[in-house]
């Protein structure tokens, strides 16, 4: 699943001091700005050979296209801290290629379809999400693990095919198509969980 | 889990007090003395990349080397020390802030002579470990044969880095360029012996008789890990206070902390120091080699929880 957005509409202002992070301060989990792009450290390691200077070895996921990196730094290295913010958020309405997203006080920001990827699918109004925002521009949401569709075309499950991993294709509200169990009929609500996009279980009947 | 953990922990502890036990006897039975020198000192040793942690007016020792030399110069022949060591900043897979550095001293001796030392220090601490000479490090088994490979550093640049250390020094590519191209290249399946540094890359070491541009050091890599530098350690007070000052100078450029010279070493050796050679070892390390265990975490009872791996 494609974890990051390449594309923004969004902009935030937000108050902002920047740091610079030194070589001592880089270790796994830590967020940096690299050429202008916001990395995420996923490894790390200190190297340091006899009598030698110390090297800081960095393996680094871009968080706006998920693209990853190695790089090797001395200690007298500088790397920015990204501007990045979280914001929570409900889902107001898609407007075409826009979607809408409002905050606690009914501020409403837009988030391209090109940034929701297939997450556009999963969205529910009213429901909570997080956006990562990078120097104001949203670069990655993260929906709740897990949300509830009605299921609105399906073929009927073929009687007496009772074999428990047999899916069928359907189509719930917004458009997703998914492979549901063969006892799933239109208009039962299902539950998806957002990570994989798969059919978790069914939450009510028609 | 848990449980699993604890009794991991617990069984590489006992192979870590066995192999102190080791190491003790192995110097004892052959004439040395082990002695203790203070861990917080007024100066720490002038290294260009070596920070000292400070200590209320004064510093905790980033190896015990200055006063062990002393020792040697007052007319201890063979010395050795067990004891804590700190250095600020320092925190990998290999490395601790505070961490355990085994020293030894041996007047009348070079470089060469305290690598037959190490040979029969390693082969005594694996018989009385493991009963035999083989051990296994990350999957690979490490043969302790007899015969070291050793490989000067302008063999291993002009090998592995294409550029020669020795006639053209770069400090800036030499380190990066050592652990990027060169320490990568050494067998994992037995020790080898990186010798002959370029004497700027070896502060406290004595260089070679007709090649002021060679310094008798090596560094001792078993499975890939760097175990133990040696060097036959400079004598003459004149040179060693001319480095000390370009290191401080250097330092001073680079805005680190410059230290005050350590004039009571220095006043030892104008003294008179016997011609001698001294090995540190990281006993951390020989640990994790000796239990199979990819960090130093996984050797110490306790360990700084100051890196984003720890978990």
Same mark, same amino acid.
């Given at each position: 699943m494609a974890m990051f957005a390449r594309s923004v509409t969004a902009r935030l202002s937000a108050p902002w001091r920047r740091n610079m992070y030194c070589a001592s301060d880089l270790r796994k989990g830590l967020r940096v700005e690299i050429d202008g792009a916001p990395y995420l450290i996923t490894e790390f390691n200190f190297k340091k050979p006899g009598k030698g200077q110390g090297l800081y070895e960095c393996k680094f996921k871009n968080l706006v296209n998920g693209t990853t990196m190695q790089r090797t730094y001395r200690d007298n290295a500088e790397l920015g801290e990204p501007k990045l913010e979280e914001k929570k958020l409900r889902y107001s309405y898609a407007d075409g290629d826009r979607y809408v997203f409002h905050d606690e006080?009914?501020?409403?920001?837009?988030?391209?379809?090109?940034?929701?990827?297939d997450r556009k699918y999963f969205l529910v109004e009213d429901i909570e999400v997080n956006i990562l925002y990078h120097n104001g521009i949203a670069i990655d949401i993260q929906l709740p693990n897990f949300v509830e569709k009605a299921v609105v075309h399906t073929e009927p499950g073929?009687?007496?095919?009772?074999?428990?991993? =047999?899916?069928? &294709?359907?189509?719930v509200t917004g458009g997703y198509?998914?492979?549901? &169990?063969?006892?799933?009929?239109?208009?039962? =609500?299902?539950?998806i969980d957002t990570r994989n996009g798969e059919y978790l279980d069914r939450v009510s009947k028609k | 889990m848990m449980l699993r953990h604890l009794s991991e922990k617990k069984r590489v502890l006992a192979v870590r007090s066995k192999a102190f036990?080791?190491?003790?006897?192995?110097?004892?039975?052959?004439?040395?003395?082990?002695?203790?020198?203070?861990?917080?000192?007024?100066?720490?040793?002038?290294?260009?990349?070596?920070?000292?942690?400070?200590?209320?007016? !004064?510093?905790?020792?980033?190896?015990?080397?200055?006063? !062990?030399?002393?020792?040697?110069?007052?007319?201890?022949?063979?010395? *050795?020390?067990?004891?804590? $060591? *700190?250095?600020?900043?320092?925190?990998?897979?290999?490395?601790?802030?505070?961490y355990t550095m085994l020293e030894w001293y041996r007047?009348?001796?070079?470089?060469?002579?305290?690598?037959?030392?190490?040979?029969?220090? @390693?082969?005594?601490?694996?018989?009385?470990?493991s009963g035999g000479l083989t051990l296994t490090y990350k999957g690979i088994s490490i043969e302790m044969?007899?015969?070291?490979?050793? @490989?000067?550093?302008?063999?291993?640049?002009?090998?592995?880095?294409?550029?020669?250390?020795?006639?053209?020094?770069?400090?800036?590519?030499f380190d990066l360029d050592l652990v990027e191209k060169v320490e990568p290249n050494f067998p994992k399946n037995r020790p080898i012996v990186l010798m002959d540094?370029?004497?700027?890359?070896?502060?406290?070491?004595? $260089?070679?008789?007709?090649?002021?541009?060679?310094?008798?050091?090596?560094?001792?890599?078993?499975?890939?890990?760097?175990?133990?530098?040696a060097f036959s350690e400079l004598t003459d007070p004149v040179e060693q206070r001319n480095r000390f000052m370009e290191c401080a100078g250097e330092r001073r450029e680079m805005g680190r902390e410059v230290y005050a010279l350590d004039e009571p070493f220095l006043s030892a050796l104008e003294?008179? @120091?016997?011609? $001698?050679?001294?090995?540190?070892?990281?006993?951390?390390?020989?640990?994790?080699?000796?239990?199979?265990?990819?960090?130093?975490?996984?050797?110490?009872?306790? $360990?700084?929880?100051?890196?984003?791996?720890?978990?």
């Amino acid at each position: 699943m494609a974890m990051f957005a390449r594309s923004v509409t969004a902009r935030l202002s937000a108050p902002w001091r920047r740091n610079m992070y030194c070589a001592s301060d880089l270790r796994k989990g830590l967020r940096v700005e690299i050429d202008g792009a916001p990395y995420l450290i996923t490894e790390f390691n200190f190297k340091k050979p006899g009598k030698g200077q110390g090297l800081y070895e960095c393996k680094f996921k871009n968080l706006v296209n998920g693209t990853t990196m190695q790089r090797t730094y001395r200690d007298n290295a500088e790397l920015g801290e990204p501007k990045l913010e979280e914001k929570k958020l409900r889902y107001s309405y898609a407007d075409g290629d826009r979607y809408v997203f409002h905050d606690e006080s009914y501020n409403e920001v837009d988030v391209s379809a090109e940034t929701l990827g297939d997450r556009k699918y999963f969205l529910v109004e009213d429901i909570e999400v997080n956006i990562l925002y990078h120097n104001g521009i949203a670069i990655d949401i993260q929906l709740p693990n897990f949300v509830e569709k009605a299921v609105v075309h399906t073929e009927p499950g073929v009687r007496g095919d009772t074999a428990t991993n =047999v899916l069928k &294709p359907a189509t719930v509200t917004g458009g997703y198509e998914i492979r549901v &169990p063969l006892f799933v009929n239109e208009g039962d =609500v299902i539950r998806i969980d957002t990570r994989n996009g798969e059919y978790l279980d069914r939450v009510s009947k028609k | 889990m848990m449980l699993r953990h604890l009794s991991e922990k617990k069984r590489v502890l006992a192979v870590r007090s066995k192999a102190f036990q080791s190491v003790r006897d192995f110097f004892v039975a052959r004439g040395f003395l082990e002695v203790e020198t203070p861990i917080r000192i007024p100066t720490p040793a002038l290294e260009l990349h070596i920070d000292a942690e400070p200590s209320a007016g !004064m510093y905790l020792r980033t190896s015990p080397e200055l006063h !062990m030399k002393r020792l040697v110069a007052a007319g201890y022949e063979k010395v *050795f020390q067990i004891g804590a $060591c *700190f250095r600020h900043g320092e925190r990998g897979d290999l490395h601790n802030p505070e961490y355990t550095m085994l020293e030894w001293y041996r007047a009348g001796a070079n470089y060469i002579d305290v690598l037959a030392d190490t040979k029969a220090l @390693m082969a005594h601490v694996m018989k009385d470990i493991s009963g035999g000479l083989t051990l296994t490090y990350k999957g690979i088994s490490i043969e302790m044969l007899p015969l070291w490979d050793r @490989m000067t550093v302008d063999d291993a640049f002009i090998l592995h880095a294409g550029w020669d250390p020795v006639k053209n020094f770069n400090a800036d590519r030499f380190d990066l360029d050592l652990v990027e191209k060169v320490e990568p290249n050494f067998p994992k399946n037995r020790p080898i012996v990186l010798m002959d540094y370029p004497t700027r890359a070896a502060a406290l070491s004595r $260089c070679k008789k007709d090649h002021p541009e060679i310094a008798e050091r090596w560094e001792l890599y078993i499975g890939g890990i760097e175990i133990a530098n040696a060097f036959s350690e400079l004598t003459d007070p004149v040179e060693q206070r001319n480095r000390f000052m370009e290191c401080a100078g250097e330092r001073r450029e680079m805005g680190r902390e410059v230290y005050a010279l350590d004039e009571p070493f220095l006043s030892a050796l104008e003294a008179g @120091m016997p011609e $001698c050679a001294g090995v540190a070892l990281g006993l951390d390390r020989l640990v994790m080699l000796l239990t199979d265990s990819p960090r130093i975490d996984d050797v110490r009872a306790f $360990c700084a929880r100051e890196s984003g791996n720890d978990t």
